[in-house]
């Protein structure tokens, strides 16, 4: 069974420009997230999908940040413009709906760096 | 405000020994703890987790314990092996939103031949 996709492994921009990453979840899995795992930190809920709905965005600044999740499958997380603290690792996750057992399944994470 | 803590940032065991990794927390509405393995360049893999009404649960050489009265859990890992070396995380959640995982900053387990 493959696991969550994520693209790209790294990226390095300068500060100002957009970035997107994207992620495939689990074949099956409704549940997404985006999580940003800063250095020498623990991963940090930014935004949560059930099937194509957002249901938790309190996390995501929405000034700079946008996602989206059109078809209820893969996702998109949009930084515009970037700013240097961004520079983090932006994980994706998913679980099956109505688990509820905190068991999320990772990607392998999209390393970004804004010089 | 840091509500889960991993206050060793690193511990080095020789193989065949006991691991222990310890977490504190300090949100009295936590209920349900996990433990997640994370190796380099590789996000991080559920290993074990424990629900608030126990207060032990094992899985082979892994047992998670929770001291609720001192907010406090460890994992246990017997015997160690040098394919446990990673960085370890202590994530907690409550009232039944068990996506919304808080975690710890993590440990880096070194388990030496």
């Known amino acids: 069974e493959a696991g969550v996709v994520q693209s790209p492994r790294y990226k390095i921009i300068e500060k100002k420009q957009p970035v997107a990453f994207w992620c495939n979840p689990i074949s099956g899995h409704n549940t997404l997230y985006w999580y940003r795992q800063n250095l020498g930190q623990g991963p940090e809920l930014l935004i949560r999908?059930?099937?194509?709905?957002?249901?938790?965005d309190s996390q995501l600044p929405k000034d700079r940040f946008s996602a989206e999740r059109l078809k209820g499958v893969d996702s998109t997380l949009k930084i515009q413009p970037a700013e240097l603290g961004d520079s983090a690792v932006y994980l994706c996750?998913?679980?099956?709906?109505?688990?509820?057992?905190?068991?999320?399944?990772f990607g392998e994470g999209s390393r970004l760096t804004v010089l | 405000d840091q509500q889960v803590k991993q206050n060793s940032p690193s511990l080095s065991v020789q193989e065949g020994r006991i691991s222990i990794l310890n977490c504190d927390y300090t949100n009295s509405m936590f209920d349900y703890f996990l433990w997640y393995k994370k190796y380099p360049a590789e996000g991080p893999t559920f290993l074990i987790s424990i629900s608030s009404i126990k207060d032990k649960n094992e899985d082979g050489r892994f047992t998670v314990f929770l001291n609720k009265s001192a907010k406090h859990l460890s994992l246990h890992i017997v015997p160690s092996q040098p394919g446990d070396s990673a960085v370890y995380f202590c994530?907690?959640?409550?009232?039944?939103?068990?996506?919304?995982?808080?975690f710890g900053k993590g440990t880096l387990l070194t388990v030496n031949p």
């Open positions: 996750a998913s679980s099956e709906t109505g688990a509820n057992t905190g068991e999320l399944f």
């Open positions: 994530a907690a959640s409550r009232g039944g939103s068990n996506y919304k995982l808080t």
């Open positions: 999908y059930e099937n194509e709905e957002a249901v938790d």
